[in-house]
């Protein structure tokens, strides 16, 4: 793969975003290589899904001193966007470009706040609206609306204000809600924009699965993520892709390409590579794995599958188990991969598609068993109508004896109320295969856990 050529003078960019995720990396005690602040660059990016919420993968051009294992996941922080920014510069009628100084120059009077954690984060000198853009988090939810609400009601008499201003706080809940959309009922309430800030949440990295393996490509790091209606990285992220391709933000509505998209633009993009977890490979390349990750859940697989496929060509054989799993015959060189993904459609959703169908006919993966959700069954290898819950119940007898004849690692990735079902199911598997009470299979599943054989990655 090649870096797009680059042109333009991101070096404003960089600074102020690596000073905050730099703070991050300190709070979160991140030390060594995988701590560093790292600024890769969009490379190129593609729509991995025909409807329903986008799904977009993008390539990052990265140093090559950025070392990565499969499994670990990287820090981004989002900016507010630029016109949410300029509704609130207007509605308190501030210059954007004005300095935001620090308590030691305006003095603490002035301040409704004074240990207000902004000041620790902010790198002085900077304008107010970088304070607005990049440190602060302009949605409230009911953790914090007690304050802003609160000094709202501070700048206002009116018994109406506050009747309205009270019932906006009970609606409140832990899903965030735009500010600027309640202040813009209220244009005549406007305390200093200081104290507002210094109520506000700084804003906070997100983090995501690397779905690429450094063995394959020591240059290009990716990730893949859900546009989220109302998610504020997402939506930042791929107005960052938008931007880098010189593309306007799309309808709802419009046509999608699953093609890489050509970027002609430079977009950085700071990062902090977290360090590895027990959610890795083992170091034993024979060792089976069983890996279960539906939706998103599949995308710290892809890099476990092109870790597995380079090692496979340094051994120069294909993919058999040295422990002859059911599912194969052949020739050991590296443990068998079986696969168990889900999702809606085939052809609305089906994440990787053709990557995992050449893994599976590459024999890099052993089997590869997909449950669409609003499908029915069409009796290929891989299946429709259900979830991947009981696609683990129809190979019941195949994963039973690789986690315990074969010592296979089991990885879950996904949302937690999958997480939580696939872990009852292997509850049952275990207890129907094995002859165990329920109490004895849940006591297994809980060993292998503790063993460091059977690893999630749930949100």
Sequence with gaps: MTSPPLAGDDSEQKTEHSSILTRYQAENALTGPAGGTNDAVICQWRNMTVSGNRVIQLTLSVSEETVWQPGQTIALLPWNETSVVDRFLKHFNENGEAPFHPLSVVGEASSCFVNSPIYSYIDFPLSLRKVLTRYVSLRIKNSNGKEIIGLLKQHTESADDHAAL????????????????????????????????ENLFTLQPREYSICSAKSKDPHHLSICFKVVPFGLCTHWLFEQCLWSSNLPVPKEDAARSGE?????????????????????????????????????????????????EQQVKERGGLVTSAQESPLSEGNPTTGTIDLFFGCRRRYEDFLFKEELSSFFQTKVLNSLTVAFSREANDGAFWYGGCYVQEKLLESALVISELITQKSAYVYVCGDSNMGKEVHQTLIEIIQQTTGKSESGATEYVEYIMSQGRYTRDVW
């Design 166 to 197: 009270n019932a906006i706080l009970q609606e409140l809940t832990s899903t965030p809600t735009e500010l600027i959309t309640i202040l813009e009922k209220f244009p005549h309430i406007k305390p200093p924009i200081r104290h507002l800030i």
């Design 260 to 308: 890489w998209q050509k970027v002609v633009r430079r977009c950085v993009i700071p990062f902090v590579l977290r360090p590895p977890t027990e959610f890795r490979m083992p170091k034993d390349p024979l060792i089976p794995l069983i890996l279960i990750g539906p939706g998103l859940g599949v995308n710290p697989f892809i890099a476990f599958l092109e870790e597995r």
